[in-house]
């Protein structure tokens, strides 16, 4: 992560009230029956909250659930416990109609820009698209389209352009453009910046947050790297196998982290600094975290037991709950 992106943290607190969105307990499984039983949960009771304006960062190693519950809150995966809630109203079991409903307040920007652009449509189509279907007329929606356009760096003429003809950072920017094009209230970022090269990445960061700022947007923003959460969050989210290992504000957990997962991460995050990153270096070899090569742990108790330097008996017995640790939560016996 270049230094470009490593300073700037939006300190305005979140407003007041009823969350943007709540995740309680929430629980994936994936499969059917006593399969699905037999294995670990894709995601194990995980809670959260995002306030009106806040960015939530959810990070963590691949296989750590943060995608399926992407997935789960968008509504393209089904849930197996627990709760979601929009605004106060339980979208959990959200059926068809309330789903498109939801549709303009509630979207989504992806990792392969591809995926949202059609390549056989011109952009100001795959823009207009959305609003289209919710009445808008023709003219109405390509002059928002290239308003739309404007506001993410990219010429207005771009709209009668194929997306072919755009670099994967340009394509990115397309995506934002089409994700915020309703005057949504939440997007859900799922690394949403990991496929682009650092200077592009910034770039993409800062118009993130300076379009948060401008419109009051929530973000959910999902990553494996926490340089890049901790540029744009205000709280972070750290998970391990479907569970949260700690929990706080982006200061605490990514400058002060507590559980030995989360300093293992910091501690791999790359810098841009030779000196800093050799220092990064020893200081993680020094933690006396194993490998994610290790054998999966068995039911109960805590998933990361098996890489973890503190790890007793009592940490293969008992789940440890999350315990306030400073200002941040942690779930470890021994923090």
């Given amino acids: 992560?270049?230094?470009?992106?490593?300073?700037?943290?939006?300190?305005?607190?979140?407003?007041?009230?009823?969350?943007?969105?709540?995740?309680?307990?929430?629980?994936?499984?994936?499969?059917?029956?006593?399969?699905?039983?037999?294995?670990?949960?894709?995601?194990?009771?995980?809670?959260?909250?995002?306030?009106?304006?806040?960015?939530?960062?959810?990070?963590?190693?691949?296989?750590?659930?943060?995608?399926?519950?992407?997935?789960?809150?968008?509504?393209?995966?089904?849930?197996?416990?627990?709760?979601?809630?929009?605004?106060?109203?339980?979208?959990?079991?959200?059926?068809?109609?309330?789903?498109?409903?939801?549709?303009?307040?509630?979207?989504?920007?992806?990792?392969?820009?591809?995926?949202?652009?059609?390549?056989?449509?011109?952009?100001?189509?795959?823009?207009?698209?959305?609003?289209?279907?919710?009445?808008?007329?023709?003219?109405?929606?390509?002059?928002?389209?290239?308003?739309?356009?404007?506001?993410?760096?990219?010429?207005?003429?771009?709209?009668?352009?194929?997306?072919?003809?755009?670099?994967?950072?340009?394509?990115?920017?397309?995506?934002v453009a089409r994700a915020l094009i309703c005057d949504p209230r939440l997007v859900v970022c799922d690394e949403a910046v990991s496929a682009l090269d650092l200077s592009t990445q910034a770039q993409v960061l800062n118009l993130l947050a300076d379009l948060r700022d401008e419109r009051g947007l929530s973000y959910l923003f999902i990553a494996h790297d926490i340089a890049v959460v901790q540029f744009l969050a205000q709280r972070v989210v750290v998970l391990y196998r479907g569970q949260v290992m700690e929990s706080g504000p982006a200061a605490a957990v990514t400058e002060n982290p507590q559980h030995p997962f989360t300093q293992a991460l910091v501690a791999a995050s790359p810098v841009p600094r030779p000196a800093e990153q050799a220092e990064r270096r020893q200081a993680r070899e020094s933690l006396g975290v194993r490998t994610g090569a290790a054998a999966v742990p068995g039911p109960g108790g805590c998933p990361f037991r098996l890489r973890c330097p503190l790890a007793t008996d009592l940490c293969a017995s008992e789940r440890p709950a999350l315990r306030r640790v400073g200002t941040a939560d942690v779930a470890c016996h021994y923090a």
């Fill in 1 to 175: 992560m270049s230094t470009a992106v490593t300073e700037r943290r939006d300190s305005t607190p979140p407003a007041a009230g009823t969350p943007m969105l709540e995740v309680r307990d929430l629980v994936v499984r994936y499969g059917r029956g006593r399969k699905a039983a037999a294995v670990p949960a894709a995601v194990d009771r995980v809670s959260f909250s995002i306030a009106s304006g806040e960015t939530v960062g959810l990070v963590g190693e691949s296989g750590s659930g943060k995608s399926t519950i992407g997935k789960a809150i968008l509504g393209l995966q089904k849930v197996s416990g627990g709760s979601i809630s929009y605004q106060g109203r339980d979208i959990t079991s959200a059926g068809a109609a309330q789903r498109r409903a939801l549709g303009g307040e509630l979207r989504a920007v992806f990792q392969d820009p591809n995926s949202s652009l059609n390549p056989r449509n011109t952009i100001g189509a795959s823009l207009a698209e959305p609003l289209r279907l919710r009445g808008a007329s023709a003219a109405e929606a390509r002059a928002k389209a290239e308003d739309m356009l404007e506001r993410v760096g990219l010429p207005r003429e771009a709209v009668d352009r194929y997306p072919s003809q755009f670099s994967g950072g340009q394509r990115q920017r397309i995506s």
